[in-house]
């Protein structure tokens, strides 16, 4: 069963014009030239009067397609996340607090990621009332992200999104062998200040039954609005296929509010609904993101 994302991670990439300053602004349309920004670097940022919209990774599990602006950084975290599933007379559930995705814009259409799972304790109890417990901290992620279009505007905006993971994992927690993939975000731009964000991403990842790799792949789609004021609604489907023997495919509905405190602080608070037995019956959490 899987039973964990990262929502730091997986968190949102919704495309749109925003009718406010927002965080979250992937394509953004526009038929104005955008200024140079080739000369800035790590040690002389972007000014703050070029600095575009930013678009998280979080809080669906989409990824953005557009970085972090040249010496410049974000935080994207959760706050604490608790998940239940029930299947198979087996009742699973965990808590993770303070995972996160750190960023630093490298160039102007590359960032550099750094995402930890950080504290999570996770209890299982079978049908027969015997019950186990783990607590320590997860994996390590590393990710570097290339817009290949659409950073500083238009109606689309695409990028690639290569990662690795390190087997940090303590008390048996995380995927225990290394894993990468590649991830292809796309955000539309749609009327009305409608954000239609694509995913799909294959990775390989470590069978824990016989010890080799196996494939998975995720397709995704979500559809972010203004509500009103400075909040904003995101619905999302987001599958993962694996070619693992004997392994149902997940598959989640999911659904949050985002409230903008100021152009650098943003506040979410979400859910994940599991349709397939695969997924974990439901998964809420809240976080921040912060950007300089």
């Known amino acids: 069963m ?8 997986g968190f949102i990439p919704v495309a749109g014009l925003m009718m406010t300053p927002a965080l979250r602004a992937p394509a953004q349309a526009t038929n104005g030239v955008p200024p140079d920004k080739s000369d800035y670097n790590l040690f002389n940022p972007v000014p703050e009067n070029l600095i575009r919209d930013s678009s998280p ?6 990824e953005s397609a557009c970085t972090v602006h040249t010496g410049h950084y974000r935080l994207e975290m959760d706050f604490a996340n608790f998940t239940y599933d029930e299947s198979d007379g087996t009742t699973t559930k965990a808590r993770d607090v303070g995972d996160f995705n750190l960023k630093a814009g490298l160039l102007n259409n590359v960032d550099v990621q750094l995402i930890y799972d950080s504290y999570l304790k996770m209890q299982t109890q079978d049908s027969s009332g015997n019950s186990t417990a783990q607590s320590g901290f997860g994996d390590l992620t590393t990710r570097l992200k290339v817009n290949l279009w659409g950073d500083d505007g238009g109606k689309t905006a695409f990028a690639l999104l290569p990662d690795v993971t390190f087997p940090t994992g303590t008390d048996n927690l995380g995927n225990s ?3 990468g993939g590649m991830i292809f975000p796309l955000a539309v731009s749609r009327p009305h200040d409608f954000g239609l964000s694509l995913e799909a991403a294959a990775s390989y990842m470590k069978n824990h039954n016989d010890g080799g790799y196996d494939e998975e792949f995720i397709a995704s789609a979500s559809v972010d609005h203004q509500i009103f004021g400075k909040v904003r609604g995101f619905v999302e489907f987001f599958s993962n296929l694996t070619t693992e023997s004997h392994t149902d495919w997940m598959g989640t509905v999911d659904t949050g509010l985002e409230y903008l405190m100021t152009r650098n602080i943003q506040l979410d608070y979400d859910c994940y609904f599991g349709v397939r037995p695969a997924a974990p019956d439901f998964d809420p959490f809240a976080g921040i993101i912060v950007r300089s």
């Open 177 to 179: 062998a290394v894993a």
């Open 57 to 62: 990774d979080r809080p669906d599990q989409t």
């Open 2 to 9: 899987f039973l964990f994302k990262l929502k730091t991670a």
